[in-house]
């Protein structure tokens, strides 16, 4: 959710400069926010890996933009990488 946020920041933020967003960076928040979102089902073959990916991708825009955007998209990649460490733990019933 914070990845699609970002998203929508960025180029909201691009528009009123009157600049281009760029296109990779586009793509990456893009893919970080739908690795995400299917992380985010617990059933999902994969959910680790997904987790991880998204979490590895926000990390490095996020320390990229850390002069302008770039807090928010840390913290989310901060937050997609503790989901996918978590994700490999089995929860016991009654938990």
Do not use: N
Not at 70 to 86: E, F, Q, S, T
């Amino acid at each position: 959710m914070i990845g699609v946020l970002m998203l929508g920041l960025y180029l909201g933020v691009m528009r009123q400069q009157g600049d281009q967003p760029l296109a990779w960076v586009v793509t990456a928040l893009a893919v970080a926010a739908v690795l995400a979102g299917y992380g985010a089902f617990h059933a999902a073959p994969r959910r680790g890996w997904a987790l991880a990916t998204s979490g590895v991708l926000l990390a490095a825009l996020g320390l990229l933009a850390i002069l302008s955007i770039g807090l928010p998209i840390l913290i989310a990649g901060g937050l997609a990488l503790v989901a996918a460490a978590r994700s490999g733990r089995r929860h016991s019933p009654g938990r």
